[in-house]
């Protein structure tokens, strides 16, 4: 039976790898496969509903229905924190910027859509999409960098599966095996990506410091290479390209506003 399935993965790698390019993964809608019998179990490998090929956190419950519970325990997390009333200083620091006015506690990958909706902030392109949803993942895997410079209200609809395993395994979760879908993440690393834990690594593609590059809109790493994951080599990086998030209006001084590095900080450590 195990052979059966690895066939079955293999079969399906093998005709993703037609149309993806290193380091992403592109996928066309599975066809329908046969049910596997293991006996008193039944395991059906999950076919992707949907045209863009994601295969749905919804999809994998059969198959995995302890991981698909886990996964929807986030949803417990409902209530959010507001920052800005938290800590006063926020609309002073952030001043000139958005999130002075609007600044939530993260409430976890199963809020993504509807945080990034409902939030106070604006947001002008669909670039801000990059880190909350498998299905803009496929967009920009099937379309190139050129999806980062649509608008947000063009692709929005089109957006339903908040964070799920096709981010961290594409369509490949039925053995664990984890894929950089984040193709930027893979830029940034080049060859030192080998070096890093495959499940640290499957994190580090939204849990970092990034910009949206002024001219393609496309979300970059602030660093090429490990040892490059400085704070001092990512403020020098940003200072060498003479980028800055926005000028505090009170002090008239240029500043980044850095965004989630937990990527970043782990590794410093
Ligand atoms: C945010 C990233 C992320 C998401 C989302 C995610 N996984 Fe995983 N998954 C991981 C990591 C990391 C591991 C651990 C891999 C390791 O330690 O080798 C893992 C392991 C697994 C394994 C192997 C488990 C084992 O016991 O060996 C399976 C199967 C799996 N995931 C399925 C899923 C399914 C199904 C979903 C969606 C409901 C999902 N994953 C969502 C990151 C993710
Ligand atoms: C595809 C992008 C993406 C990936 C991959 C990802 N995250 Fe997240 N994560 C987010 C976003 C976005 C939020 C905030 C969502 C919200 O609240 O609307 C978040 C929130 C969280 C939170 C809640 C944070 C808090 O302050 O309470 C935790 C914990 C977390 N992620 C852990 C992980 C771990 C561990 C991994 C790797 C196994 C991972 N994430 C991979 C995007 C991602």
Same mark, same amino acid.
Not at 73 to 89: G, L
Not at 154 to 162: A, F, G, L, S
Not at 207 to 225: I, M, Q, R, V
């Given at each position: &039976?195990?052979?059966?399935?690895l066939?079955?993965?293999?079969?399906?790698?093998?005709?993703?790898?037609?149309?993806?390019?290193?380091?992403t993964?592109?996928?066309?809608?599975?066809?329908?496969?046969?049910?596997e $019998?293991?006996?008193?179990?039944?395991?059906?490998?999950?076919?992707a509903?949907?045209?863009?090929?994601?295969?749905?956190?919804?999809?994998? $419950?059969?198959?995995?229905?302890?991981?698909?519970?886990?996964?929807?325990? +986030?949803?417990e997390n409902?209530?959010? #924190?507001?920052?800005v009333?938290?800590?006063?200083? #926020?609309?002073?620091?952030?001043e000139? &910027?958005?999130?002075?006015?609007?600044?939530?506690?993260?409430?976890?990958?199963?809020?993504?859509?509807?945080?990034?909706? %409902?939030?106070?902030?604006?947001?002008?392109? %669909?670039?801000?999409?990059?880190c909350?949803?498998?299905?803009?993942?496929?967009l920009?895997?099937?379309?190139?960098?050129?999806?980062?410079?649509?608008?947000?209200?063009?692709?929005?609809?089109?957006?339903?599966?908040?964070? %799920?395993?096709?981010?961290?395994h594409?369509?490949?979760?039925?053995?664990?095996?984890?894929?950089?879908?984040?193709?930027?993440?893979?830029?940034? &690393?080049g +060859?030192? #990506?080998?070096?890093?834990?495959?499940?640290?690594?499957?994190?580090?593609?939204?849990?970092?410091?990034?910009?949206?590059d002024?001219?393609?809109? =496309?979300?970059?790493?602030?660093?090429?290479?490990?040892?490059?994951?400085?704070?001092? $080599? #990512?403020?020098?990086?940003?200072?060498?390209?003479?980028? =800055?998030?926005?000028? +505090?209006?009170?002090?008239?001084? =240029?500043?980044?506003?850095?965004?989630?590095?937990?990527?970043e900080?782990?590794?410093?450590?």
């Amino acid at each position: &039976m195990k052979k059966r399935i690895l066939c079955l993965l293999i079969a399906a790698i093998l005709c993703m790898s037609g149309c993806s390019t290193a380091g992403t993964t592109t996928t066309e809608p599975n066809e329908t496969k046969a049910p596997e $019998s293991t006996g008193d179990v039944v395991v059906q490998m999950p076919v992707a509903s949907r045209e863009n090929g994601v295969i749905s956190a919804e999809e994998w $419950s059969e198959m995995f229905p302890e991981i698909y519970a886990s996964y929807m325990a +986030n949803a417990e997390n409902s209530a959010a #924190i507001d920052h800005v009333e938290e800590y006063p200083q #926020i609309a002073k620091i952030y001043e000139g &910027m958005a999130f002075n006015k609007f600044y939530n506690s993260a409430r976890g990958h199963v809020y993504t859509l509807e945080d990034v909706t %409902s939030t106070g902030r604006p947001h002008p392109l %669909s670039n801000c999409l990059t880190c909350k949803t498998p299905d803009y993942t496929a967009l920009v895997n099937s379309t190139g960098v050129e999806a980062y410079k649509l608008t947000f209200e063009e692709v929005v609809d089109k957006m339903v599966e908040p964070i %799920s395993c096709y981010n961290c395994h594409a369509n490949e979760a039925v053995e664990g095996t984890l894929v950089v879908t984040h193709q930027y993440l893979a830029n940034a &690393m080049g +060859n030192d #990506i080998s070096k890093i834990n495959a499940s640290t690594l499957s994190c580090a593609q939204c849990h970092n410091e990034y910009y949206f590059d002024p001219e393609t809109k =496309a979300t970059t790493l602030p660093y090429s290479g490990v040892v490059a994951i400085h704070p001092d $080599s #990512i403020l020098s990086y940003y200072n060498t390209m003479g980028f =800055a998030d926005y000028t +505090n209006p009170r002090t008239g001084t =240029a500043q980044i506003k850095v965004q989630h590095p937990e990527f970043e900080t782990f590794m410093g450590e």
